[in-house]
């Protein structure tokens, strides 16, 4: 995977985590806007296993309420947290954690 991809896997995971969707939700908004991606499919795309193609990326898009540049581009700087939530803790603007990755 390219660093697009990892970028898509990346803001999918802390998308997904700051609206507090499991993968299941997340797989029948998909459903509802016209494509079937399955919740173990949301998971290996999470991580890293399964490649994104355009058509998925618009759905996710649509899905999680965002623009689909949103899932392709490094998030901005959170506000709330700066990137660095206390340990122990998930930031609930970004998602990031005390290592610096979303929650699953």
Same mark, same amino acid.
Do not use: W
């Given at each position: 995977?390219?660093?697009?991809? +990892? ?6 995971? &802390?998308? &997904?985590?700051?609206r507090r969707l499991t993968t &299941? ?9 016209? &494509?079937?991606?399955? !919740? ?8 890293g296993e399964r490649r994104v /193609?355009? /058509? +998925? =990326? =618009?759905? =996710?898009?649509q899905a999680l309420q965002v623009?689909? $540049?949103?899932?392709?581009?490094? !998030?901005?700087?959170?506000? #709330?947290?700066?990137? $660095?939530?206390?340990?122990?803790? #998930? ?14």
């Amino acid at each position: 995977m390219g660093t697009t991809g +990892d970028q898509v896997r990346a803001n999918l995971l &802390r998308l &997904r985590t700051v609206r507090r969707l499991t993968t &299941r939700a997340l797989a029948a908004a998909c459903k509802r806007h016209g &494509r079937h991606i399955p !919740p173990t499919g949301i998971t290996r795309i999470e991580k890293g296993e399964r490649r994104v /193609d355009v /058509d +998925d =990326l =618009l759905v =996710l898009a649509q899905a999680l309420q965002v623009p689909y $540049a949103q899932l392709i581009e490094p !998030p901005p700087p959170c506000t #709330s947290c700066h990137g $660095a939530p206390p340990i122990g803790f #998930s930031c609930l603007s970004c998602g990031a954690t005390a290592e610096g990755e979303a929650n699953a």
